[in-house]
């Protein structure tokens, strides 16, 4: 019987029910207390530093002038429209945001920290700042690096030849323009370290909150300048990342830099302003985009003006064309469209920095499309259902405009489906009947393709000095038959453990519980890249179908040998060896035990280690997916009531349906909030207004419908396990649906929602501007 | 986010207490339910030198009809007010807007008289002492005042309480059989501070309007009655039309502050919005 | 300064010498080593820090340790009876109501007191109820199955055990 596909519980939770769960802060006892003192303002020169002169004892601030030797973060992009920009550990000269660490108290408690911090006075002379996308972009804007004029950090341009040809030749051309407002990732663990030097080494073993380990393990040893050998990145249970743990930070440098320089345990647990003000944003951004489609509704050409802002610096790996270069590539999305022509723009500001944000850009860029195609489907005339219909992508594979090769996928019959589930002609009835009554329900799609599973070809493409993407596992079978899979992914909440174990036991034929997966140390992993961008389960899940049946042959080898069998015919089920037609077998627990301790009996061929290993790096895949919602509209105060949202999805095999689910129910979750909850907001001097939870709004399980989640199952070969990513797929789907459906509850005020979120705020404001215009 | 330094001090009686805040009238502050204060002192927004917590006195911890009062001492907990703890219309009443104070665990804590103490404008307690006409008991070394609801909340976060006075009291009036209430607030999310909200009160006679109460928050500096909106109603009917006109009269009557949740130009719509959706409660 | 305060935490007595502005989180956590108790924001709202004081649901981030002294407090780790398990924590694990487990503390014990506290508690108030915590991996959906699924089963218990 197969553990693929079973809703099997994970093997991960047991420890986190019962409060045994080891996250950062949990390790950090008996290690001093770090603080930041952080740049009150947006932009100035830093005049000077006041360090009280009587520290009580054990207690020490650093600033700049202590790491004279780190070197600034300064990731590349081998691109000529990318500027390289640096970020100090701490800020030297000048700070570019509110909340930049400038100096670090170190303190026997975090209490007594924050009391020292308190006292260190930062001389800062204001300068102008400027924390808008547009004004930054506007001629004379303050300069937030002198060496990015015009504050064009990247500036990518894309155009299939025959463009304009295809413009001049549609019957409609129909143009919008989306925003999307700034938002935290906001994990509910914030970031978290703790650095402890090994005085009889000298090695410095850093737990910390990431996504990353072995990426962060090379950086800050190439950053302080440090043999690699001499640091050991931990990231132990890790209360959610989102995309806002994977860069190197500069408190990670400071920690340590630190543990080094006091031969002592310093640990530093970020609090939720600090997070909110100081990790990263992201999904600043502000599209225009043009559809040119012809009379029967085809999309013969797009064309995109993508801006993001990417705050003051630059994510440490993936940089800060991360936004701005997958908005260009990915635009166009699951539709057919020949002519392409985009230009994508990162622009600095004098606000934290843009790091990956679950979709990254594709909650924005969808948004765009989606909306694009509503509104291109009113001026047609056309449903909305049926203009995407003529559209999408049906024949596979498919090359797209930007060079995208599309595998296998279901893009219509996901649509059909959530059309049907919705029961479109009923709920127009109801809306009809409604909207006499004087209630407004809208009802809205999206639909949408999500690379997912990319190893480093794509990565490579996009000119990365630091190209991720393979994961590699090895795999270990003990003397006592149990097996440990050491993998580089990083997993915090996704289950991997679960879900890789259910794949390596298909291989062997052992049990989940038999198989513990090791994950998130350099010391006991093999060098990897981490747990992001909808890659785990299908790049380390195939490496550990490689490395599992490159186990099996081994061990069918040995079988064939005890047994007198051709290894040929041994096959594993139920924790035995069994060659096939015969009642001949093996306990797994036996034959490893002959493997290592009558080693033997094997010959002298015979390693008695029972190990494989396996590297995968697959091109990517993408999963599809069709989200459709139904909303209520209070006009009178601008609230939005979700009434329904339905996810239509395929993800290719799934391996464990439920942990599935809770990835699509998480992500819609988080799209739902982007629709119409969370917003970082800065004012015209750079000021963030929302540094707590009670000005930043995460929805809670009141605000958050039921989610109906659908599966199709589209079998690709473009992975090994025919899985693809589905980590995603919630968070750039929710929005759109959710924006589509206000748009078409509000159509009898003639208004447009464009911007995101769509705030009871600003919702009313567009209700009032509308019926304001009709008073004659 | 860790507090600064205080010294700590848990009387037993309010003599005690009285003495204490006699004492620390200047940099102490008194600890009750704490759910605001405590937030405030984390992120260091207040740093009082002396916290008194009032949580052991025994003899703040009442709640009870009595005189045509409901007497809420100090120590009552939000959650208290989930069930129905007076007659007449209260009984529905103040279970409803109970709902609409933060969360549960907040609510486990944080106190009806402690709310009134903060002054948070949008505080949902605020409005109803306001609205119905409470009188809130001071008490000091110097001996007990009485204040009116009317003219207590000074504007946000500044009462009329003295420095060495605590709350020890807040006392409802019980309203008749014959006055009906409906209550209406917008928040962005379940349990957040109100954008607006309103509360009604009005007394029948024959069909007509005899008297109203009508009260707003979240809206303006402090929560507090439209008299102009109040009179529009009396002597009516309860038509849509003149409820609309009440409701009109709040919004012209408010000036509204603004913050990154609400313009003036929205929580003015939403104070005439929820007035209405108040009355109709109130009359349906 | 500090002072000496005794905590009651799972029936087990702790002593601690604290500073008074010692929040009841950092106690449990730094003073007493019962780790589970996690500190998601620290001002209240996201409601990792969830405890019960006396059986009610309350923010340890939200009460200083000094304040605590008299009363039962119980947390996530005080919630399985040896080896096994609470409903609760059966049914998040069953239903697949974790993902990165931070939260899990705070959902289960703010759970655990609503079902105490009302064993019949209607859907609409449960909701409520746990519309208190913040989750940010799970979108709630398994969060409020596995507490409807445990509310059942509690209701099924002998009310001895209760």
């Not at chain 1, 790491?67 to 600034?72: G, S, T």
Request: glycine residues 8%.
């Amino acid at each position: 019987m197969s553990w693929i596909g079973r809703p099997i519980p994970r093997l991960e939770d047991p420890a986190l029910l019962t409060g045994q769960g080891r996250f950062v802060a949990d390790t950090a006892q008996g290690a001093a207390a770090v603080r930041f003192v952080r740049s009150p303002v947006a932009r100035g020169r830093i005049l000077g530093i006041d360090v009280p002169n009587d520290l009580p004892a054990g207690v020490r601030v650093i600033t700049a002038a202590d790491l004279a030797d780190v070197r600034p973060i300064r990731p590349l992009l081998h691109r000529p429209d990318y500027v390289a920009i640096g970020q100090p550990a701490l800020a030297a000269t000048c700070v570019r945001h509110v909340g930049e660490p400038v100096a670090a108290v170190v303190a026997p408690g975090a209490a007594q920290a924050e009391d020292v911090a308190e006292l260190v006075f930062v001389e800062i002379e204001p300068e102008e700042a400027v924390a808008d996308l547009d004004l930054a972009l506007a001629a004379g804007a303050p300069q937030v690096h002198a060496e990015a004029p015009g504050n064009l950090l990247i500036d990518g341009r894309l155009a299939t030849e025959g463009f304009d040809a295809a413009v001049a030749a549609a019957a409609h051309l129909v143009e919008i323009e989306v925003c999307s407002r700034r938002q935290s990732a906001m994990p509910l663990e914030a970031r978290a370290a703790h650095a402890s030097f090994e005085r009889a080494t000298g090695r410095v073993t850093l737990t910390c909150s990431v996504q990353m380990p072995h990426m962060l393990r090379t950086a800050i040893a190439d950053h302080l300048g440090m043999r690699e050998s001499d640091l050991r990145v931990v990231a132990p249970d890790v209360g959610g990342a989102f995309g806002q743990k994977m860069s190197l930070f500069p408190e990670y440098l400071v920690l340590v830099w630190l543990a080094r320089r006091l031969r002592g345990a310093v640990a530093w647990i970020e609090d939720r302003r600090e997070n909110l003000t100081a990790s990263a944003h992201g999904r600043d951004q502000r599209h225009r985009v043009r559809g040119a489609f012809a009379a029967d509704g085809r999309l013969l050409a797009l064309e995109g003006d993508l801006r993001c802002n990417v705050g003051a610096y630059s994510s440490y790996p993936v940089t800060c064309g991360v936004e701005p270069l997958m908005a260009l590539a990915e635009l166009p999305g699951p539709y057919d469209v020949r002519h392409y022509r985009a230009r994508a723009r990162g622009v600095a500001t004098n606000t934290c920095m843009m790091a990956p944000y679950r979709g990254v850009s594709r909650p924005v860029i969808t948004l765009a499309m989606e909306r694009l195609m509503d509104c291109a489907a009113d001026r047609l005339g056309l449903d909305p259902v049926e203009l995407r219909r003529r559209n999408l992508v049906r024949a596979f594979p498919y090359r797209s405009a930007t060079g995208l090769l599309f595998d296998e996928g279901s893009y219509l019959d996901c649509l059909e489906r959530a059309a049907a589930t919705v029961d479109l002609p009923a709920f127009r009835a109801r809306q009809a009947a409604a909207r006499a009554a004087g209630r407004f329900l809208g009802v809205g799609f999206c639909v949408f393709s999500e690379r997912t599973g990319y190893g480093t070809p794509a990565f490579a493409a996009r000119g990365m000095e630091i190209a991720p993407g393979y994961e590699r596992v090895e795999i270990a079978m003990d003397p006592s038959g149990n097996l440990e899979a050491r993998i580089g992914a990083s997993p915090h909440g996704q289950g991997l453990a679960t879900t890789l174990a259910q794949l390596i036991a298909d291989e062997l034929g052992v049990e989940p519980a038999q198989i513990r997966i090791a994950h998130g140390d350099t010391d006991r992993t093999p060098y990897g890249w981490g747990t992001f961008a909808s890659r785990s389960l299908v790049i380390a899940g195939g490496a550990c179908k490689l490395a599992a049946a490159a186990l099996r042959d081994r061990l069918a080898r040995l079988a064939g040998h005890l047994l007198e069998a051709d290894p040929g015919d041994v096959e594993f089920a139920d924790g035995r060896a069994r060659v096939r037609g015969t009642d001949l077998s093996i306990e797994l627990a036996t034959l490893a035990r002959q493997a290592y301790h009558q080693s033997h009996r094997f010959g002298d061929a015979h390693d008695p280690y029972l190990a494989a290993h396996a590297t995968y790096d697959p091109a990517g895949t993408f999963s599809n997916a069709t989200h459709a919602a139904i909303v209520e509209v209070d006009p009178e105060t601008g609230h939005v009531a979700i009434e329904r949202f339905l996810v239509v999805e395929d993800a290719g095999v799934l391996i464990n349906p439920m942990i599935a689910d809770g990835q699509v129910h998480g992500g819609v979750a988080q799209g739902i909030a982007h629709a119409l909850f969370e917003e970082i907001v800065y004012d015209d001097e750079g000021n963030i207004l929302t540094a707590s939870l009670a000005d930043y709004l995460p929805p809670t399980c009141a605000e958050i419908p039921p989610i109906e989640v659908q599966h199709l199952v589209t079998e690709s070969d473009a992975t090994l396990t025919r899985a693809k990513g589905l980590g995603e797929g919630g968070a750039i789907g929710a929005p759109a649906a959710v924006l589509n459906a206000i748009a078409d509850a509000l159509k009898p005020f003639g208004v447009g929602v464009f911007e995101m979120p769509a705030t009871p705020q600003r919702l009313r404001a567009l209700i009032r501007t509308a019926q304001a215009g009709e008073v004659p | 986010m860790k507090p600064a330094a205080f010294a700590y001090h848990a009387p037993r009686s309010l003599d005690e207490a009285l003495a204490l805040l006699a004492e620390h009238a200047d940099e102490g502050r008194l600890l009750a339910g704490g759910q605001s204060l405590v937030p405030a002192m984390n992120f260091r927004l207040a740093r009082p030198a002396v916290l008194i917590d009032i949580n052991r006195i025994a003899a703040l911890d009442f709640l009870g009809e009595a005189d045509g009062w409901l007497r809420i001492g100090a120590l009552t907990r939000h959650l208290a007010f989930e069930r129905p703890v007076a007659a007449g219309p209260l009984a529905t009443l103040l279970p409803q807007v109970a709902w609409h104070v933060a969360h549960l665990p907040i609510r486990v804590r944080g106190t009806f008289a402690g709310s009134l103490a903060h002054a948070d404008p949008a505080a949902e307690w605020s409005l109803v002492a306001a609205t119905l006409a409470a009188e809130i008991v001071a008490l000091s070394r110097a001996g007990e005042r009485t204040l009116p609801a009317d003219g207590f909340f000074r504007t946000a976060f500044t009462t009329a309480l003295r420095p060495d006075e605590l709350i020890a009291e807040v006392r409802l009036p019980l309203l008749g059989e014959d006055w009906r209430c409906g209550f209406a607030e917008f928040s962005r999310r379940k349990g957040d501070f109100a954008l607006a909200m309103a509360l009604a009160a009005v007394r029948l006679e024959d069909e007509r309007i005899a008297a109203a109460r009508l009260g707003v928050g979240g809206v303006e500096h402090r929560p507090r009655r439209i008299e102009a909106a109040e009179a529009l109603l009396l002597g009516e009917s309860a038509r849509p039309e003149v409820l609309a006109a009440a409701a009109d009269a709040v919004a012209a009557a408010l000036e509204p502050v603004e913050d990154i949740h609400a313009s003036a130009e929205y929580r003015r719509d939403l104070a005439r919005v929820m007035a209405r959706r108040a009355l109709e409660g109130a009359l349906a | 300064m500090t002072e000496k305060v005794t905590l009651h935490i799972n029936g087990v007595r702790y002593e601690a010498e604290v500073e008074p502005r010692r929040t009841l989180a950092d106690a449990i956590r730094d003073d007493c080593g019962l780790t589970g108790t996690h500190l998601g924001c620290e001002h209240g709202v996201c409601g990792a820090c969830t405890v019960l004081l006396d059986g009610r649901p309350v923010r340890s981030c939200l009460m200083f340790a000094v304040q605590a002294e008299d009363a039962e407090i119980r947390t996530v780790e005080g919630l399985a009876d040896g080896d096994r398990l609470h409903p609760l924590q059966e049914a998040f694990w069953r239903h697949h109501g974790l993902q990165c487990g931070f939260c899990t503390p705070g959902f289960l014990m703010l759970a655990a007191g609503v079902l105490e506290a009302d064993p019949e508690i209607g859907d609409a108030a449960l909701r409520d109820a746990l519309s208190s915590n913040l989750c940010r991996c799970t979108g709630y959906q398994n969060i409020l199955k596995a507490v409807r699924a445990a509310a059942a089963e509690m209701r099924a218990w002998p009310s001895a055990d209760r």
